[in-house]
């Protein structure tokens, strides 16, 4: 399919060009010694992702450790409720410890095996990146270093308990806001120290080449395995696709297998609690062309040019840019970026909880949310939501903040 000069037949094969650029977005803004750290990475994912060796020990972890291919539920009493749209749910939500974040996070585990590295070191937001990078590092026997915000160490206590166990060491971040902008320093400034011995997971389709490539690529199982089922339950494609975008690894995972369909993909921002500056995350819909962490994308910026303050109900979707590929499709036209705020998230909660018996992660309800607004809208046909993540770690901050509605 032709979309505004693009030719989506071979887009994976154009996109990133050689530099990690998605048209004008992207790219490597580091010292030269990460550099070279990122020169490494990229020669050894190239060639190992092309080895049999690898592709068959990722498609067995996935069947038999991870619980691949996670299902698609089509939701009855919701579509019911809603008229003569159907609804459908991809569940990442049933991925072993909970998201979508593990299909990246075993994929970035093995290869540092491959390359012989010793630890794995990250950021996380809602901890949910956290868990699956501590879950990759017991599985494989690598050390495990999670930088997190001393506000969201709160927040998401759950998962907190969950890396521990695990046996991951939980780094906290004291400066600045404490949410996840500081945790990407943080792990940033821990990977330049040691990046000889480690590697550096970055939790989403974020940070220089080749992560925003990378990321995508482990995550697009998502929307391969999203589109042949839906065409095998149905006989037809869906009229749409919906998913959650923080960094946006879920939705690029979720939105690769449909590119080059006529299906029109929708991506879901937070607009927290309005549309000042500081009250909302939706960096897509309210910024501006920058460079930060590494790479270039749109973001939001204070009167300064920095980075702004974000907030949002949802720890993982509270950062400042999205990545390069989503700034690209959003530029293109090929996919729409709206906004949902708390309330209409903490309903989409509830609603999905009460009508399907499926409690879906503060993240994913944005989705959600925006699906149900969407099946308003168009009357008739289907929408398919990506449910990126299960909302237990969610529970008590949401019963404490809202009260059971
Ligand atoms: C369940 C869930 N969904 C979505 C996200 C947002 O990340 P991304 O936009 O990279 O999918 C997170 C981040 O922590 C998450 O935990």
Redo the contacts with the bound molecule.
């Keep these: 399919m032709n979309y505004n000069g693009i030719d989506f037949e071979t887009y994976f094969k154009h996109y990133p060009d050689e530099n990690g650029f998605f048209g004008k977005y992207g790219g490597a803004y580091i010292s030269e010694d990460l550099k070279k750290a990122m020169e490494e990475i990229t020669e050894a994912y190239f060639t190992i992702c092309k080895s049999s060796k690898f592709i068959g020990e990722l498609r067995k972890i996935r069947r038999e450790f991870q619980g691949r291919p996670t299902p698609i539920s089509y939701l009855e009493r919701l579509s019911n409720s809603l008229g003569n749209v159907q609804l459908y749910v991809k569940r990442e939500d049933l991925n072993h410890s909970g998201?979508?974040?593990l299909n990246h996070c075993m994929g970035e585990a093995l290869l540092a095996k491959y390359m012989g590295k010793k630890k794995v070191i990250a950021e996380?937001?809602?901890?949910?990146?956290g868990v699956a990078l501590a879950t990759a590092a017991a599985y494989f026997g690598l050390e495990c270093d999670i930088y997190m915000g001393a506000v969201d160490i709160k927040k998401q206590a759950p998962n907190v308990t969950r890396m521990k166990i695990l046996g991951a060491n939980v780094i906290e971040v004291t400066h600045g806001l404490a949410t996840l902008k500081e945790a990407v320093d943080a792990a940033f400034e821990a990977y330049a120290r040691e990046y000889n011995d480690a590697i550096y997971c970055i939790?989403?389709?974020l940070g220089p080449h080749p992560f925003p490539m990378m990321v995508r690529d482990f995550q697009s199982v998502v929307g391969i395995e999203a589109r042949e089922q839906f065409l095998s339950m149905t006989g037809e494609l869906p009229d749409a696709v919906v998913?959650?975008?923080?960094?946006?690894?879920?939705?690029m995972g979720m939105f690769s297998g449909f590119l080059n369909d006529p299906v029109e993909l929708y991506g879901v921002e937070p607009l927290g609690r309005g549309e000042k500056l500081g009250d909302h995350a939706a960096s897509l819909k309210y910024g501006e062309e920058g460079i930060m962490h590494g790479f270039n994308s749109i973001m939001l910026k204070d009167e300064n040019g920095e980075p702004a303050p974000v907030y949002s109900v949802?720890?993982?979707?509270d950062y400042p840019s999205s990545g390069p590929e989503h700034a690209f499709l959003h530029d293109l036209g090929r996919v729409k970026y709206d906004v949902i705020n708390d309330e209409e998230t903490i309903d989409a909660f509830f609603t999905l909880s009460r009508l399907e018996g499926i409690i879906p992660?503060i993240?994913?309800a944005h989705a959600v949310a925006y699906g149900i607004k969407l099946a308003k809208e168009m009357g008739k046909g289907s929408v398919l939501i990506n449910l990126?993540?299960r909302g237990d770690k969610d529970m008590d901050y949401i019963i404490e903040k809202y009260g059971i509605r």
């Design positions: 998201a979508h974040k996380t937001g809602a901890g949910q990146h939790g989403s389709v998913a959650c975008v923080g960094g946006g690894s879920n939705a949802a720890s993982g979707l992660a993240e994913s990126s993540g």
